[in-house]
């Protein structure tokens, strides 16, 4: 199994939930990536690329392995932060 998934890492649970109520779609996800995680990811939308699992914290792939794609998932906190989840693709 793998998956595709994009996020956004930011340092409250507050901004998570901000962010999440302003998103509508993927190219939004994508440039709120852009101005607000602290992620390198970030430069690149967000896309985290393909992973499978246990290449992800347990929180992080929980999610990614398991919830609704193309929808936004959050907040879901892990040692890093509070993320949101854009699940492109699994298979």
Same mark, same amino acid.
């Given at each position: 199994?793998? /998956?595709?998934a994009s996020?956004?890492l930011?340092a409250?649970?507050?901004?998570? !939930?901000?962010?999440m109520e #302003?998103?509508?779609?993927?190219?939004?996800f994508?440039?709120?990536?852009?101005?607000?995680?602290m992620?390198p990811?970030s /430069?690149?939308g967000?896309?985290?690329?393909?992973?499978?699992?246990?290449q992800m !914290?347990?929180?992080f792939? #929980?999610?990614v392995f398991?919830a609704?794609?193309n929808?936004?998932?959050?907040?879901v906190?892990t040692?890093?932060?509070?993320h949101l989840?854009?699940?492109?693709?699994?298979?």
């Amino acid at each position: 199994m793998k /998956a595709r998934a994009s996020h956004i890492l930011v340092a409250t649970e507050q901004e998570c !939930v901000d962010l999440m109520e #302003k998103i509508q779609n993927y190219t939004e996800f994508a440039n709120f990536a852009q101005k607000f995680s602290m992620c390198p990811s970030s /430069a690149k939308g967000g896309d985290l690329g393909y992973f499978q699992p246990k290449q992800m !914290v347990p929180e992080f792939d #929980k999610v990614v392995f398991s919830a609704e794609l193309n929808k936004v998932h959050g907040p879901v906190k892990t040692q890093f932060g509070y993320h949101l989840i854009w699940i492109t693709e699994r298979s």
